[in-house]
């Protein structure tokens, strides 16, 4: 897991992920099944037996590939959480200003929306309850990083001028990650907006604002 990076081995999620073959492929399509359902149901409501009913097999069977329902919502969370701190840590690498890093992570988060969907309904209405456990104490150092990677680059795009002094750097940070995330649950795949169209509409709103004219705010 993405902050488990220090330890120098793999979990052991990982380590079946990074394996290949029919049983790999068959534990990436149990994996997704079951995001679905703790997407449409919640973690705690959805039960092991729902998870092989749904892939047509044996709970048994199940346990073959995971040993518990811990495992596979572990997998879920993970996967996604480390895909997007590799996204955003990448984007803070390419040399550009505190303002085309901050769109490409705004492109980065909205462009999660489809692939990661269910990890982040999970994330969304699981969260207080998978954070209780041990084993999930990487979802709050993951948010901590996060967190800290939107902060510095705002900070910095105000050291630069290029950003508003009078604004402060955690709230907007935390506004624009609800957004992001919220819209997970009205966003449609197949609708009038993909979700790159969506983030050029969030980028227009965030940078140039909604407002005509003479700016109606006083800096501090």
Do not use: C
């Not at 990436?28 to 703790?38: G, N, P």
């Not at 104490?137 to 993951?142: D, E, G, R, T």
């Amino acid at each position: 897991m993405t902050t488990r990076k220090n330890s120098g081995t793999a979990t052991p999620a990982k380590r079946q992920r990074a394996s290949s073959g029919p049983a790999s492929e068959r534990r990436d399509h149990l994996v997704k099944l079951a995001a679905e359902l703790f997407a449409r149901k919640g973690f705690q409501a959805t039960t092991v037996r729902e998870i092989a009913d749904e892939a047509g097999i044996l709970s048994g069977s199940l346990y073959h590939h995971f040993d518990s329902k811990e495992t596979i919502v572990d997998e879920v969370l993970s996967t996604f959480l480390d895909d997007l701190i590799a996204r955003y840590r990448a984007a803070l690498d390419s040399g550009k200003d505190a303002r085309d890093v901050l769109t490409d992570m705004v492109r980065i988060g909205f462009g999660t929306l489809e692939p990661h969907r269910a990890a982040i309904t999970v994330m969304q209405n699981d969260w207080n309850y998978l954070r209780q456990f041990e084993r999930f104490n990487y979802l709050v150092k993951a948010e901590e990083e996060v967190e800290q990677i939107w902060v510095t680059q705002i900070k910095a795009g105000q050291a630069a001028g290029l950003f508003r002094p009078d604004v402060d750097p955690k709230l907007t940070y935390r506004m624009i990650r609800d957004t992001i995330w919220v819209a997970v649950r009205w966003f449609r795949p197949n609708g009038r907006l993909n979700t790159n169209a969506l983030a050029d509409h969030y980028i227009t709103v965030l940078f140039d604002g909604l407002a005509t004219g003479e700016r109606t705010t006083q800096q501090a």
